[in-house]
């Protein structure tokens, strides 16, 4: 769980990055503040792991804040100002979100912060595994999958690795007790997708990148309960 806050002197935005922020279930709002002396004080009281920072802002700005800082975390920088990209990312910002920003923008900016905060905080354990295909054993790293596909007594292991997916006689059923279930869910009685490579939900599907998952009316509650929950 990355525990974060959000800096912005606009009551707007504060109200939209905390709207998005709770629809992510790897990110917990600690608080949000209209200036970055308010946050100070958090910051001494509360670990913090990711910061959503605003650049313009009266009597200390958003870069004069950060630099202030002598162990920032992670930082995602939402501005109005192009300009600042450049000095932003020599900070070593994680992303750089341009104002009005889409949600799918937002969750690509904290799936990175995501993969970093998991680097820098290291991987649990997770057991890789071969699958035959063609006579030939090939080894699936659990970390590559993004979402599997039923097909009777086949399956199809869709890999972020690998453009074209893995065909292998197994059924998902068989497939799903390989995997560990806090990071997959059932979406459809013939899809089981990996909940980290979710990037946006829809009323009947998810979505990972471009690639749609269908979401079915009996496993709409696995979903809506990885959005939910506070942690996986």
Sequence with gaps: MIRCIAIDDEQLVRDLLEDNIR???FLQLIGTYKNALEAYEVLQQEQVDLIFLDIQMPRLNGLQFLQSLQRPPLVILVTAYEQYALEGFNLHVVDYLLKPFSFERFVK?????NELFRLQHGQPDVQDFFVNVEYTQVKIVVADIEYIEGLKDYIKIHLSSSPQPILTRMTIKAIEEKLPSAAFIRTHKSFLVAVRK????KRDLVCIGIKEIP?????KENVTRIINRPEY
Excluded: M
Aim: with cysteine.
């Design 23 to 25: 629809q992510l279930p």
């Design 198 to 201: 979710i990037t946006t939900v």
């Design 109 to 113: 900016a904290c799936n990175r912060a």
């Design 215 to 219: 979401v079915s009316e009996f496993y």
